[in-house]
C-alpha cells in the first residue's frame, strides 16, 4: 500500500510539470506514413515541443502553421532559417525551446536582429533572447538546431514582431 501510495505522489508531481509536453519524430516514429499519408508536425497550439531527428525522410513530414496551412517540411525550413538540415531540429515556441538546448559549452553571443528574423547561439543567449519580448510567440515562430543561430554551433531563428 505504501509504495502503491508513493507511485501516486510520483505521478502526481509529474504531471504537474510545467514543461511543455515533447514529442518525438524519428525513422520510427514515421514508419507508417507514406507520402500519400504524411506525419502532421501541428505547430498551431503553444505547450508543444517536436524534436525532429536528423536522419528522418523529410518527404513523409508535412508542418501544420497558424498562418500558413500545411506546408512540407522542406518548405517550412527554407522559409524559417533558409536552408536545409541533416541534423536534429527542435520546434515550438523559444521559450520551451531554450530548456531543450544542449549546455553552453563554447560560450554564448549576444542575439542579432534584423530582417524580420531575431538569431541566437546557445542556451543563455536564447534565454535572454526569448526574455526580451522581440521574437514572436506563437510555436511556428521558432526552430532551434545546429547552424539555426548562424554558424555551426546550436542555435534558435525566431520571426520578430
Known sequence: MK?????LVVFGLASCSTAAPQVQVTPQTLATHSASHPYVIDLTHSGTTYDVAGDIDYSLVRVRTASGGLTTMEDFLSRRAGQKTGERLLLGELDDLVVLLPPDSDGV????CGQGTCTCTGRKDCSDLSKS???KSGPSDAICGKGFGGGSKWGCTCAMK
Not at 3 to 7: C, H, I, V
Open 3 to 7: 509504495s502503491l501510495s508513493l507511485a
Open 109 to 112: 553571443s549576444e542575439a542579432q
Open 133 to 135: 519580448g522581440k521574437c
